[in-house]
């Protein structure tokens, strides 16, 4: 359904006491792609890309190179009505469920508001029994319509969008941390809806988290962001137990599922390089404690194993 080939975004950030602008590479050369059906999980730490990678997906950046299909159409070579119409096909549901709803509309006006932009011949009428649905469909009661977001929790709120992005019938949707901001028994129940809603109508996820356990429990694959780059992506069961990258196996041993969490964890050294100024060769090798002399000076080839499980490390893990 999607797929991104070797995609490359940056941005042109000025230097502090300079009229100099330096170029920051959010996205480097990164390749994934998302069946019909499928969850791909996207983790990695703070500033490693990845809200950027969603946005990019969402058309709410530009790409500088490389190439952004969906459902085998490039995005670059469409007319400007062809993207308008795509874009009812690619939603999105926000992190912060407190600012991603106007609190001047009503939940009417909210989830409503695709219809009116996309199908403008729809009567008011049908507008309101297609919101109704759509509310049901997140456990949400159909009388809420004339009320506003600041009467509502932000699980409940959270629930609005949802409904926001499904009254659109997407073939994707882009979840970018939108968990992250709820309680533990929220987040249950919400990614629960999600996954039913995947089921019921065939939905795809980009679920950007950092939240590793959410991830294995939702994710049929799993893709791992470092820097900008994807250094490992896989299964579920192979990314979280038999990861190949010391990257992939510091996040996972760091856990919170002690029934999962390997004893022989990998203990990363230093901080996390500025995006700004990342390191030469492998942008890993100043916190790995397996890196050698090619690591300083080479950037590490991708290779692809039998099962499709993907990485990028000079001196992979053993394979357990």
Not at 83 to 102: C, E, G, H, T, W
Not at 273 to 287: A, E, V, W
């Amino acid at each position: 359904m999607l797929k991104l080939n070797n995609v490359t975004v940056s941005y042109k950030q000025k230097q502090s006491f300079s009229f100099k602008e330096k170029k920051l590479i959010a996205v480097d050369l990164v390749n994934l792609q998302i069946e019909k059906g499928q969850i791909l999980g996207l983790v990695g730490e703070s500033g490693c890309g990845k809200s950027t990678l969603g946005r990019l997906i969402l058309s709410l950046v530009e790409k500088e190179s490389g190439s952004v299909q969906f459902d085998g159409k490039d995005l670059q070579n469409l007319t400007h009505d062809e993207r308008f119409a795509l874009k009812k096909q690619i939603q999105v549901i926000f992190q912060d469920p407190y600012s991603s709803l106007n609190p001047r509309f009503t939940i009417e006006e909210i989830v409503t508001e695709g219809l009116s932009i996309h199908f403008p011949k729809l009567t008011r009428e049908e507008r309101l029994e297609k919101a109704k649905k759509a509310l049901i469909e997140v456990n949400l009661p159909p009388d809420i319509l004339n009320r506003y977001p600041h009467e509502f929790s932000g699980g409940q709120r959270q629930r609005i969008a949802i409904a926001r992005a499904l009254i659109l019938e997407p073939s994707l949707v882009v979840c970018d941390e939108a968990v992250s901001a709820l309680d533990i028994s929220t987040q249950a129940q919400v990614v629960n809806n999600l996954l039913e809603l995947r089921d019921k109508f065939g939905l795809s996820y980009l679920f950007i988290s950092h939240d590793l356990n959410i991830v294995k429990h939702v994710s049929d694959r799993i893709a791992v962001m470092y820097l900008g780059k994807i250094v490992e992506e896989g299964s579920k069961s192979e990314i979280s137990k038999n990861p190949r990258h010391p990257y992939t196996k510091s996040l996972f041993s760091a856990s919170f599922d002690l029934k999962e969490r390997d004893k022989k964890s990998v203990a990363l050294k230093g901080e996390i390089p500025s995006i700004l100024n990342k390191p030469s060769g492998c942008f890993f090798h100043t916190r790995c404690p397996y890196a050698k002399d090619i690591c300083m000076t080479q950037s590490p080839e991708e290779k692809t194993t039998s099962s499709g499980h993907r990485h990028s490390c000079h001196f992979p893990l053993e394979s357990t």
